[in-house]
T-cell receptor, first 112, second 114 residues
């Protein structure tokens, strides 16, 4: 079945620095790659997603890159702020099955 | 409704009892997912419903866990003979028929087995 590996499990950066979280997946049929942010005690919420027909997508301070050949994708957050502190989850899905599988999560701490 | 709704928000049960958790997806969403999130852990896939297709039950951890989706809308996750290791937050998510669209989560049910 589909397997998603996410690294690192924890990440601590100074305010203003960049943060990068990486995910790899196993199913080559995967074609949808969302990223979710979960604040403490809250539900996960989508922050950005990318489909397999593009290699990069940017939305203000966040961007996602996708390498389908290598089966990995990454989340980039620039100019980090304390309110970026949360747990971030990558996920993969394919049109074949619609199943949505998540990585293990990365706890990001942005120090003021 | 406006979003995915789960009930109850919190449930405390005695070991060995059965529990039922409910999920009301967004109206018109054909796909519905259940996940389990243990304290400080990730989103463990449990089961996935898509329209009238047979559900993907590959994530259910044991035969004590089952789920139904009636009329393509409301879903119920049932845990029989609960154990302490079942304590977790159970999250439900729904999305439209296209697999490459956003999934929306409910607020979760926090289950505590004592």
């Amino acid at each position: 079945g589909e397997n998603v590996e996410q690294h690192p499990s924890t990440l601590s950066v100074q305010e203003g620095d960049s943060a990068v979280i990486k995910c790899t997946y196993s199913d080559s049929a995967s074609n949808y790659f969302p990223w979710y942010k979960q604040e403490l005690g809250k539900r996960p919420q989508l922050i950005i997603d990318i489909r397999s027909n593009v290699g990069e997508k940017k939305d203000q301070r966040i961007a996602v890159t996708l390498n389908k050949t290598a089966k990995h994708f990454s989340l980039h957050i620039t100019e980090t702020q304390p309110e970026d502190s949360a747990v971030y989850f990558c996920a993969v899905s394919s049109s074949n099955t619609g199943k949505l599988i998540f990585g293990q999560g990365t706890t990001l701490q942005v120090k003021p | 409704g406006a979003g995915v709704s789960q009930s109850p928000s919190n449930k405390v049960t005695e070991k060995g009892k059965d529990v039922e958790l409910r999920c009301d997806p967004i109206s018109g969403h054909t796909a519905l997912y259940w996940y389990r999130q243990s304290l400080g852990q990730g989103l463990e896939f449990l089961i996935y419903f898509q329209g009238n297709s047979a559900p993907d039950k590959s994530g259910l951890p044991s035969d004590r866990f089952s789920a139904e989706r009636t009329g393509g809308s409301v879903s119920t996750l049932t845990i029989q003979r609960t154990q302490q290791e079942d304590s977790a937050v159970y999250l439900c998510a729904s999305r439209g028929s296209a697999a490459n669209t956003e999934a929306f989560f409910g607020q979760g049910t926090r289950l505590t087995v004592v």
